[in-house]
């Protein structure tokens, strides 16, 4: 008489962990391309720094050259995160010429390093995450004047 009060039990236990089962599927994946995501920009921030230290000294001092090399490594960080298929929300980019920033470099600055600091806002739009997710990345270069 038990077994009759008991059917569907196991379909119905089955059902409860195949659920909880794809749930935590679900966040895992999210998670992996949320870190795939910031690995990508990553090494396409670090790139950017590599190439900046290979510039020559006068393209950086002069501001119209200065402009276009700056121009060139944004657009190099914007291609890499497309290659990937990141999904960039909001992208801000800072560049930094040895001590100060890029806007001025002036000939006391050694310019001994580059650094590019990026901010990338990121939405997956596969598993419908709430809220947006800031990532950031920073890179270092190291120039040989």
Known sequence: MRRRHCRGVAAIELAM???VCA????????YGRLAMSG???????SDVA???ALVPVESLRDGTQRALVLGNA??????ALADA??????LQVDFGCGLTG??????????A???????????DEWFGAAGDVDLLAYAEAGRDN
Request: include cysteine; proline fraction near 4%.
């Open 17 to 19: 962990v195949l659920l």
């Open 23 to 30: 749930l935590l599927l679900t966040q895992c994946l999210y």
């Open 39 to 45: 690995a990508v920009l990553d090494r396409a921030t």
């Open 50 to 52: 590599r190439y900046l």
């Open 74 to 79: 944004q657009v190099m960080l914007e291609q």
């Open 85 to 90: 298929g990141v999904q960039v929300l909001d």
């Open 102 to 111: 890029c806007s001025v470099v002036s000939p006391a600055n050694p310019l």
């Open 113 to 123: 390093s580059m650094s590019v600091t990026a901010m990338l806002r990121y939405r």
